[in-house]
């Protein structure tokens, strides 16, 4: 299974890094991921496999709110099939 992270908000040091550990740390492994700074403004979407999280999928979404708290950034999680019906033409 298949999630869509992404992360907005005003660039600083370590929010890639803290993601990116906080994921590994959960057994959730990075597929694809892309991010661009504009404006001094960070932006990042990646694709994640969530068949085997450490936690279940609502408390990796809550955690995530929690880091983007921290990180003055705003970090949300979905499944990839939902993502995909939201974003359909």
Same mark, same amino acid.
């Given at each position: 299974?298949?999630g869509i992270i992404t992360v907005l908000g =005003?660039?600083?040091?370590? %929010?890639? +890094?803290?993601?990116?550990? &906080?994921? +590994?740390?959960?057994?959730?492994? #990075?597929?694809?991921?892309? $991010?661009? #700074?504009? $404006?001094? &403004? ?7 496999? #969530?068949? +085997?999280? !450490? =936690?279940?999928?609502? !408390?990796?979404i809550e955690d995530l709110q929690k880091l983007g708290a921290e990180?003055?950034?705003? %970090? ?5 099939? #939902? ?7």
């Amino acid at each position: 299974m298949k999630g869509i992270i992404t992360v907005l908000g =005003k660039d600083k040091v370590g %929010i890639i +890094a803290k993601v990116c550990t &906080y994921l +590994a740390e959960q057994n959730v492994n #990075i597929l694809d991921i892309s $991010q661009t #700074i504009i $404006q001094g &403004y960070f932006n990042m979407m990646m694709i994640v496999d #969530i068949t +085997a999280p !450490a =936690k279940s999928f609502e !408390a990796l979404i809550e955690d995530l709110q929690k880091l983007g708290a921290e990180l003055g950034v705003e %970090i949300k999680l979905q499944h990839e099939d #939902i993502f995909n019906t939201m974003h359909r033409i």
